[in-house]
């Protein structure tokens, strides 16, 4: 199976006229369409990272998943 690398352009779509105040959800599963009860949910901010950095002049942004 083929990695899908998100770009801006895609959450920009998803996140059109949200308020800033809106909340995530990053929602893990195994694919299967109705079983959400078989997902890992992450919805506290101590699970995720979000950050940016400067690498060769470029400003890169990143969502890193914490998994305890």
């Known amino acids: 199976m083929k990695n ?31 079983h959400r009860s078989i997902s890992t949910d992450i919805r506290r901010m101590n699970e995720i990272e979000l950050d940016t950095y400067t690498r060769h002049g470029k400003t890169l942004a990143y969502i890193n998943i914490i998994n305890n």
Not at 5 to 33: A, T, Y
């Open 4 to 34: 899908k690398k998100i770009k801006v352009k895609d959450i920009r779509k998803l996140i059109k006229g949200l308020s800033d105040q809106s909340n995530f959800e990053i929602d893990i599963s195994d694919g299967k369409i109705g």
